[in-house]
């Protein structure tokens, strides 16, 4: 078994309340119990209406809470309905998704998406940012340009890369049940960390895959020594299938 740090990241996305804590709790208590597992590191991404509160009755060290997008403005404004870096970093926030295929289908562009890394960094927020290609690219065989063009449009080389990891999501995987290829993933990973390196000067970048993750995919997805974690839909809306991959990775 690898000693080498993995993230297992749950994306939220719009569910959850109050009574939602006991998921937490469950996965808390998990984490403490099964530390001997391998060195993971836990990150939830919930709702901004629940972030304050689950900080506050969050007793535990092992988890991490985490928001799913923010402005691409800082502080204050008149922005209606917008939450800022700012604003997410005072109620809790360690950790925020950005790049999201579901926010780009809304109108996100590449220069919001650099502003709001630039942003959350000089909030001393850690950056979970997604890139991916649609299925249509992927059928033209445009997966690496889409990716080229998506990390050289949103980084820079001044970002603190040490507060960074990259989330290859395919556009085309996320609630499918559709998964990449092992040989064609691992040609991928090698194929971004090679991009950041050679364009921002990275020598250590952490990726992570996201679409469709199960527990009963994630065996195969253990077989890729350079992927550095996960991002989990849907999966990590249940603390029992969220448990279930952590445990089935490391079998």
Same mark, same amino acid.
């Given at each position: 078994?690898?000693?080498?740090?993995?993230?297992?990241? #749950?994306?939220?996305?719009?569910?959850?309340?109050?009574?939602? %804590?006991?998921?937490?709790?469950?996965?808390?208590?998990?984490? /403490?119990?099964?530390? /001997?597992?391998?060195?993971?590191?836990? &990150?939830?991404?919930?709702?901004?209406?629940?972030?304050?509160?689950?900080?506050?009755?969050?007793?535990?060290?092992?988890?991490?809470?985490?928001? =799913?997008?923010?402005?691409?403005? @800082?502080?204050?404004?008149?922005?209606? #309905?917008?939450?800022?870096?700012?604003?997410?970093?005072?109620? #809790?926030?360690?950790?925020?998704?950005?790049?999201?295929?579901?926010?780009? *289908?809304?109108?996100?562009? $590449?220069?919001?998406?650099?502003?709001?890394?630039?942003?959350?960094?000089?909030?001393?927020?850690?950056?979970?940012?997604?890139?991916?290609?649609?299925?249509?690219?992927? /059928?033209? *065989?445009?997966?690496?340009? &889409?990716?080229?063009?998506?990390?050289?449009?949103?980084?820079?080389?001044? %970002? @603190?890369?040490?507060?960074?990891?990259?989330?290859?999501?395919? &556009?085309?995987?996320?609630?499918?049940?559709?998964?990449?290829?092992?040989?064609?993933?691992?040609?991928?990973?090698?194929?971004?960390?090679?991009?950041?390196?050679?364009? %921002?000067? &990275?020598?250590?970048?952490?990726?992570?895959?996201?679409?469709?993750?199960?527990? =009963?995919?994630?065996?195969?997805?253990?077989?890729?020594?350079?992927? $550095?974690?996960?991002?989990?839909? #849907?999966?990590? =809306?249940?603390?029992?299938?969220?448990? $279930?991959?952590?445990?089935?990775?490391?079998?």
């Amino acid at each position: 078994m690898t000693n080498k740090l993995k993230y297992f990241i #749950g994306n939220w996305k719009m569910f959850g309340d109050f009574t939602s %804590f006991k998921i937490i709790s469950r996965i808390s208590m998990f984490s /403490r119990s099964y530390a /001997r597992l391998g060195r993971k590191k836990i &990150v939830l991404c919930v709702p901004n209406t629940l972030i304050y509160f689950f900080k506050k009755k969050l007793k535990s060290k092992h988890i991490f809470l985490g928001a =799913q997008n923010c402005h691409h403005e @800082d502080g204050f404004g008149p922005y209606t #309905g917008s939450i800022s870096p700012m604003m997410l970093k005072k109620i #809790g926030s360690e950790y925020i998704i950005i790049g999201h295929s579901e926010n780009r *289908k809304e109108g996100e562009t $590449d220069k919001m998406i650099k502003r709001k890394i630039a942003f959350s960094l000089k909030n001393k927020i850690n950056i979970i940012f997604c890139i991916g290609e649609t299925s249509s690219e992927k /059928r033209k *065989k445009q997966t690496f340009s &889409v990716l080229r063009k998506q990390l050289k449009n949103s980084l820079e080389k001044k %970002f @603190d890369f040490n507060k960074i990891l990259i989330a290859y999501e395919p &556009v085309w995987s996320i609630g499918s049940n559709k998964i990449p290829k092992i040989n064609e993933l691992k040609k991928i990973i090698i194929f971004i960390k090679k991009e950041c390196g050679k364009n %921002f000067n &990275v020598k250590k970048l952490r990726v992570l895959y996201g679409g469709s993750v199960n527990p =009963q995919n994630i065996r195969l997805f253990s077989l890729i020594s350079n992927i $550095d974690g996960f991002l989990i839909g #849907g999966a990590s =809306q249940s603390a029992k299938k969220f448990i $279930d991959i952590i445990k089935n990775y490391y079998k």
